[in-house]
């Protein structure tokens, strides 16, 4: 019965789904290419996060005229204006931009190709942090507004403890980790960091601090150790930065816009927005061929099961279902030459984790592949990359992460808070290992460890395999540790540093390509609106289980014993 009620609820909101899915696409996406007039310069306004796809957010539909580009767009919307004689220059307006590292890098090498083309770049900054002034920092020159604020003072990194807290709430986090440097449970099991954490956090600091060093110093014409000495004097109110060569002058937007035409000798400015600009296709500018390049996006936290839905936010989920069926489909398709997978993945459920691996190398006998790195390809992640082909990553990707962690919660105090009772009645040894209403026996959790060391041990051994090393080689590497990109490239984690430009390089060689052939990149999982993914998941939940049911097994899940590859999380404040 409340499988059929649940069925009709389902219909009804499919037709109003459908219908609202019909005015929305009339609304703001009826729009054909843009009409691009000469002399135009490209504003990129570049704040917030910067998704390698569009996740589902009902919010950026409803509310924004479309969706913010993705990373690969700006890599394209580059690409086309360094060609495009219609564009003259670039004006940088980078805001609270909030992309991690790698995704960083990836747009300052595009800049950095764009003005190979001769064509003017400035800069225009109003409080911009340090990551806005490492992008920033590539322009031809930096302006600040006279009453601006350049918030560059280093990075710091955060991490919040929560074992008092869940011991005020009567919760026990019963967590063990395989790996000295796997430190995903720490914040639940103590209440500071342990010296491994803390060893390898301070590593990640030194090493984004040297690549920001090295890369904004050489922009600026200093030398590393001078622009160390600056930043102790930061933030910088603006007289302070140009006296400090930080910036080459302080002027108001309006100004700025002025410079730009005196430098493209143009009668007026012309504004082309990176929304717009992502319509224009490469193929009217010639940067598109007939060889298709399959791009498999594995973005997301790893889950079993198909990919999941929040309306209201931006996380993804990567579901080892969804994935399957999308690299089968790319197996399947004859027409394409060879397949990038580009992985931003801290990891997840082992399991799923594994499945995908399993994958991956089934498609890897069919087709030439190529692994491409983004903000983060570590732990589950990591893993699923070990296919023995060509792995890049940018320097500041975070990678590796080789170890496990597992465990559950117990709620006992909790139950007992709120007057909550449990009776169990089992049968065999360890039927009772995963209930939330005791803290593991000691023969229960050396079951559990016996299985955490077997998934770590495998998970090595895949490593080393796929790397050609030995066993004791890549476990001496492990032990959870986080590397940045340039020290996996070090230690031969990863093969190659590089971003989009160099992966569509590699995978063109693998396909027996020239290496000036024009490739199309074909995006997959094809991109779905919100309210499709919402619909499919309501059918799948009518066809398997209760609404409730599925409710109350993905918050029982939470407290299940439980195996992860899941990389550890830092807040680095720039």
Not at 42 to 52: A, N, P, Q
Request: glycine share 10%; hydrophobic share 45%; with cysteine.
């Amino acid at each position: 019965m409340v499988k059929f009620l649940l069925g009709i609820l389902s219909g009804v909101l499919l037709c109003l789904f459908l219908l609202l899915a019909v005015a929305l696409a009339a609304a703001f996406f009826s729009e054909g290419e843009p009409v691009v007039a000469g002399g135009s310069t490209l504003l990129l306004e570049l704040s917030g996060d910067i998704v390698e796809r569009n996740p589902v957010d009902v919010s950026g539909v409803l509310f924004q005229r479309g969706r913010k580009p993705t990373l690969k767009q700006f890599h394209e919307i580059l690409k086309k204006a360094a060609v495009d004689r219609r564009v003259n220059a670039i004006v940088l307006k980078p805001a609270g931009l909030a992309a991690g590292w790698g995704k960083t890098q990836e747009i300052r090498w595009g800049l950095e190709e764009f003005k190979k083309s001769r064509k003017p770049v400035l800069a225009f900054l109003e409080t911009a942090s340090s990551r806005d002034y490492y992008l920033a920092s590539v322009a031809d020159k930096v302006y600040l507004a006279p009453q601006g604020l350049l918030d560059v003072k280093g990075i710091r990194a955060e991490v919040m403890f929560f074992k008092d807290t869940l011991n005020k709430l009567g919760v026990e986090a019963e967590l063990a980790h395989v790996g000295k440097y796997k430190s995903l449970s720490e914040p639940f099991t103590r209440n500071r960091m342990s010296d491994e954490y803390r060893e390898a956090t301070n590593s990640i600091l030194d090493g984004v601090l040297g690549d920001f060093l090295s890369t904004v110093s050489a922009a600026r014409g200093m030398k590393p150790e001078q622009l160390r000495a600056v930043l102790d004097h930061g933030p910088f109110l603006p007289d302070q930065a140009l006296r400090m060569r930080l910036a080459d002058g302080l002027l108001y937007e309006d100004q700025v816009l002025e410079e730009i035409q005196k430098l493209t000798r143009a009668r007026e400015f012309k504004k082309l927005l990176p929304g717009d600009y992502a319509r224009v296709s490469l193929s009217s500018l010639g940067l598109s061929g007939d060889h298709r390049i399959a791009l498999v996006y594995a973005v997301g936290d790893i889950a079993p099961g198909e990919d999941d839905i929040i309306p209201l936010g931006s996380d993804q989920t990567l579901g080892a279902d969804a994935m399957a069926r999308v690299l089968r489909e790319v197996g399947q398709d004859a027409q394409i030459k060879g397949v990038i997978v580009r992985i931003d993945s801290p990891g997840g459920d082992s399991f799923a984790s594994d499945r995908i691996w399993r994958e991956m190398n089934l498609l890897r006998a069919k087709k030439p592949m190529v692994i491409s790195m983004s903000d983060v390809a570590a732990s589950g992640g990591y893993y699923m990359a070990m296919t023995g082909d060509p792995v890049l990553a940018y320097p500041s990707t975070f990678t590796g992460s080789i170890g496990v962690v597992g465990g559950k919660l117990n709620l006992r105090g909790l139950y007992d808070k709120i007057g909550v009772q449990k009776e169990i009645l089992s049968r065999g040894r360890f039927a009772e290992i995963d209930t939330d209403y005791r803290p593991f026996t000691p023969a229960e959790r050396g079951k559990l460890m016996e299985g955490m060391n077997q998934v770590y041990r495998d998970f090595v051994q895949k490593v080393a395999g796929a790397r050609r090393r030995k066993w004791e080689e890549i476990d001496a590497l492990a032990q959870g540790r986080v590397w940045l990109g340039w020290q996996a490239k070090q230690n031969g984690l990863i093969d190659e540093l590089g971003g989009y430009d160099r992966a569509i390089a590699l995978v063109k060689q693998r396909a027996r390509l020239k290496a000036d052939d024009k490739v199309t990149l074909v995006s997959y999982p094809e991109e779905k609106d919100w309210f499709d993914l919402l619909i499919g998941r309501l059918r799948t939940l009518s066809r398997q289980e209760p609404l409730a049911s599925a409710i109350r097994r993905r918050i029982g899940a939470l407290a299940g014993a439980r195996v992860w590859k899941v990389a550890p999380y830092w807040v680095v404040v720039k």
